[in-house]
Structures are given as C-alpha cells and as structure tokens.
Nanobody, 114 residues
Framework: QVQLVESGGGLVQPGGSLRLSCAGS????????MGWSRQAPGKQRELVAA???????NYADSVKGRFAVSLDNAKTTVYLQMNSLKPEDTAVYYC????????WGQGIQVTVSS
C-alpha cells in the first residue's frame, strides 16, 4: 500500500560520498521503522541501517562510523548519508518501511569504483 521511491544512487570514487533518499507517500501515524538493506552481486542481502520514528538507530558493523541514517517523520522520508565509500559498498540498496509489515522500494544502484 505504501509506495517508496529511492533516489541519489550512482557512481562514485572510493573515498567519496553519496546521499540516498527514500520518499514514502503520505504520513505514518504511530511507531514505525524505516531503513536500508543492500545486496551485492552473488551475495546475500544484508541490513545496512535502520531508524525508528522515536529516533533509535542501528547500523551494520561494516558501515559504522561511515554511514548515517536519518528520518524526516513529517515527510515519511529516510536518508542514508554514505561517506568514505569503499568498493565493497557496491550494491543495490533497498529502502524499507515497516509498520505491521515490510514495504520495499525497488532498489537503487550504488557503484564505488575508480
């Protein structure tokens, strides 16, 4: 029911930065979680970062200190600021919103390469 649209991906050099956005439709009332997962070629999908409407965050160990997730509650939009990018960050990044169930975006490519 909830439509999620990701933007901000693309090609970046190692050490560079990208900012992903995921815009949901309308507003969510009550407690909810939004976040990001990623899947690299030949690899299992992994959770990257999540934030709930109360402001609590969680990060995968591989991105701690480099990525930051934030939430605009009024816009139901989650952001992922990615700094100090490494080639191993190359993946398709998927946004999700969880209330009673998971809602997923279609994914957006992030490629880190020189």
């Amino acid at each position: 029911q909830v439509q999620l649209v990701e933007s901000g991906g693309g090609l970046v050099q190692p050490g560079g930065s990208l900012r992903l956005s995921c815009a949901g439709s309308g507003s969510i009332f009550g407690i909810y979680t939004m976040g990001w997962s990623r899947q690299a070629p030949g690899k299992q999908r992994e959770l990257v970062a999540a934030i709930n409407s109360g402001g609590s965050t969680n990060y995968a160990d591989s991105v701690k200190g480099r990525f930051a997730v934030s939430l605009d509650n009024a816009k139901t939009t989650v952001y992922l600021q990615m700094n100090s990018l490494k080639p191993e960050d190359t993946a398709v990044y998927y946004c999700y919103l969880h209330v009673a169930r998971y809602n997923w975006g279609q994914g957006i490519q992030v490629t880190v390469s020189s």
